[in-house]
């Protein structure tokens, strides 16, 4: 069976996951080793304009 999002065919869980949230799951999950300023700006980058930082 194919699975199919937006014309773009997912091959794996992880591909299926980033095209259905139109961005790489490493910008909602982290990568290993990030710094602490890599990580503020991750959640900044994921935080809705407007929404109360937290």
Excluded: H, K
């Excluded at 591909?15 to 602490?36: K, N, Y």
């Amino acid at each position: 069976m194919r699975t199919y999002i937006g014309g773009q065919e997912a091959v794996s869980v992880n591909e299926f996951i980033e095209l259905a949230l139109g961005t790489p799951l490493e910008l909602w999950l982290g990568v290993e080793g990030e710094s602490v300023e890599e990580r503020a700006a991750r959640l900044d980058a994921t935080t809705c304009p407007g929404s109360p930082p937290g």
